[in-house]
C-alpha cells in the first residue's frame, strides 16, 4: 500500500469521514460537530455543530447524511443551512 496523501486532523474522537462537495468532512462525537477540510491545503473551512453526532458520513441526494443520537438514526442535513435539521429522520430515496 502506497500512503498518497496525508492530512492532519484535530479532534478527540474521530469517526466518520466523507468527501463531499469538493471537501473532506468529518465527525467528533466528543465535540459534537462536523468540521469541513479542505482536502489540498487541509485548512478547515467550516464547522457544524451537531448534537448527538455519533458515527459516519455520507451523502444523499445533494446532501450529507450523520449517524446521530443514542439510537444512532440517520439524520439528513439541509445543503443551504448550517446545521442539521435536529428531529426531522432521513426520509425515503
Not at 484535530?10 to 459534537?32: A, C, K, M
Amino acid at each position: 500500500m502506497m500512503l498518497l496523501c496525508k492530512i492532519p486532523v484535530e479532534g478527540p474522537q474521530l469517526y466518520g469521514l466523507t468527501f463531499f462537495r469538493r471537501v473532506l468532512w468529518h465527525s467528533d462525537s466528543i465535540l459534537n460537530k462536523i468540521i469541513v477540510v479542505d482536502p489540498v491545503t487541509g485548512a478547515v473551512e467550516r464547522v457544524l455543530a451537531c448534537p448527538s453526532v455519533k458515527t459516519d458520513l455520507t451523502s444523499r441526494r445533494g446532501n450529507l447524511m450523520q449517524v446521530a443520537g443514542p439510537a444512532r438514526s440517520l439524520r439528513e442535513i439541509e445543503r443551504y443551512t448550517a446545521g442539521p435539521q435536529v428531529g426531522q429522520p432521513a426520509t425515503g430515496s
